[in-house]
């Protein structure tokens, strides 16, 4: 049985902060933090964790922001900049990974007053664990101050910190605050976004596409107006990136998205829908299989993904999206395509018995549509 991912923060990894921070600061409570960070510790779980040690460090730490920030730097574990993060771990040489958590929710907390010192020490944390929720508050606390800085960064020998430009100033970030701002206005990201986006690092690049992918949930015509900017003549890598952060406008259908895809023509040709079986239960799996018959005397490049509309409590259906191919369908050509959809349990989705439609799209266009029943 895997261990439960709270234990990634562990009574042995505060402990090893503890005889860190000691080092790094003469006369640190040790004690003091251990006892504080550890009360009930076993009871809670991840997130609360990482916010019990925050509140620890906040009751140890020197009220004097410059001296708690350099205490924070000297426990830190040296890094090349180059290693995955995943990889970093905590131990006799410093902190990294998981543990870096709640010193960068300290800086969040204790550090809004002097932004400079404090985004000095994020770039540090960055390097070990990532930043990209401590950053956040800064971005709205002081804009200016935090896109100046970002910009600089965008040239950062480290692949980390070059992310911390794109993923902390997600809008969208999940499980991240909301940047409201930004949700509003995308504007001031939009500059170190063309300054990242052929960065050497797909590290990086990831983040720049689902930053894209972002904004396109409540600016669709920003992102389809950055892809007939930024497509045309794109490196192999940059239409890759392109291509995730659009992933969200294509199954929506947008048609000047799927224009610059070249996947803005209906299917020439016929589609043919089956699901099966007919009816299942809860937790059991469906067979997709689309038949498509080309009628064209050229290749067809589709986009074909598939909505199912889900039984609400109420009788009514809500759709959602599923990525299903992309593909050529050559001149005359017939293929079928196959998927395997289960219907099983999960957290962000309650399902309720009753017939359930499932539409197939190709370029944005519905062309088949077949259906399933869920028995309670």
């Known amino acids: 049985m895997p261990e439960p991912f709270k234990r990634l923060l562990s009574p042995d990894l505060v402990r090893l902060a503890g005889s860190h921070f000691a080092r790094a600061l003469p006369g640190f409570p040790h004690a003091r933090f251990e006892a504080l960070a550890l009360d009930g510790f076993d009871a809670l779980e991840m997130k609360a964790r990482a916010m019990r040690i925050a509140d620890a460090l906040e009751a140890t730490l020197p009220g004097d922001f410059a001296r708690a920030a350099a205490a924070i730097k000297a426990t830190l574990a040296p890094v090349r900049g180059d290693e995955a993060l995943g990889e970093l771990r905590a131990g006799e040489a410093g902190l990294a990974g998981w543990i870096v958590w709640p010193l960068g929710e300290f800086v969040a907390r204790r550090g809004l007053e002097e932004p400079a010192r404090a985004l000095a020490c994020l770039r540090e944390l960055t ?7 401590a950053i956040r508050p800064f971005l709205l606390a002081h804009p200016q101050h935090c896109f100046e800085t ?12 070059r992310r911390l430009v794109s993923e902390g100033s997600r809008p969208r970030l999940p499980w991240g605050i909301v940047l409201k701002p930004l949700v509003a206005d995308p504007a001031p990201t939009l500059p170190l976004l063309a300054a990242l986006q052929d960065d050497p690092s797909d590290y990086v690049r990831r983040s720049v596409a689902n930053h894209l992918n972002d904004i396109a949930k409540d600016h669709p015509a920003v992102v389809a107006g950055w892809l007939e900017d930024h497509l045309p003549g794109a490196s192999r890598e940059r ?11 294509i199954k929506r259908g947008e048609r000047r998205v799927l224009a610059a895809w070249g996947l803005d023509t209906r299917l020439r040709g016929t ?11 809860l937790g059991e799996a469906l067979t997709i299989e689309l038949a498509l018959a080309s009628s064209a005397r050229k290749p067809q490049a589709l986009a074909i993904d598939y909505v199912v509309h ?15 191919w992309n593909l050529v369908l050559g ?3 017939q293929r ?5 959809h289960p219907v099983r349990p999960i957290t962000t989705r309650r399902y309720y018995p009753g017939r359930h439609r499932i539409e197939v799209q190709v370029n944005g266009r519905l062309v088949a549509e077949a259906g399933f029943d869920l028995r309670a």
């Open 127 to 133: 390097q070990r664990f990532s930043a990209e929720f």
């Open 150 to 161: 970002l910009a600089v960064w965008t040239t950062d020998p480290s692949p980390h910190v």
């Open 239 to 249: 239409r890759a990136l392109l291509r995730h952060a659009s992933r969200t406008l």
């Open 271 to 281: 589609a043919a829908l089956s699901v099966a079986p007919a009816r299942i239960r």
């Open 310 to 324: 889900h039984v609400r409590a109420d009788g009514g259906t809500s759709p959602k999206v599923f990525k299903g």
């Open 331 to 333: 001149a005359g050509e």
């Open 336 to 340: 079928v395509l196959q998927r395997r």
